[in-house]
Nanobody
């Protein structure tokens, strides 16, 4: 089970840190991804991290601004979001894929577990 939190309202240019806590003892066997869905739009990939934390992948729209990381000892994956823009406004969800690594090219259907979303609103 995954639980995402840390969303909120922030001004453009600000920062937020999202967390996704996993229950169970197999967290380190899963690559993790963050996705987002804005109102009226399809869900889109944001970032991914390998199960060891040694490899990451990002959507072009967030490269250089967002950083994904994980702490396997705490069963948690993070998404540090800096220089936020109004177009980053969306519901952000975390997902787990039973694989060494996951990528932007991997579709949402390839993930076994999903957390409920947390809303991020960026005001201009």
């Amino acid at each position: 089970q995954l639980q995402a939190y840390g969303g909120g309202l922030v001004q453009a240019g600000g920062s937020l840190r999202l967390s996704c806590a996993a229950s169970g003892r197999t967290f380190s066997r899963y690559a993790m991804g963050w996705f987002r869905q804005a109102p009226g739009k399809e869900r889109e990939f944001v970032a991914a991290i390998s199960r060891s934390g040694g490899s990451t992948d990002y959507a072009d729209s967030v490269k250089g601004r967002f950083t994904i990381s994980r702490d396997n000892a705490k069963n948690t994956v993070f998404l540090q979001m800096n220089s936020l823009k109004p177009e980053d406004t969306a519901v952000y969800s975390c997902a787990a894929r039973h694989s060494i690594m996951t990528y932007s090219s991997v579709g949402p259907n390839e993930y076994e577990y999903w957390g409920q979303g947390t809303l991020v609103t960026v005001s201009s």
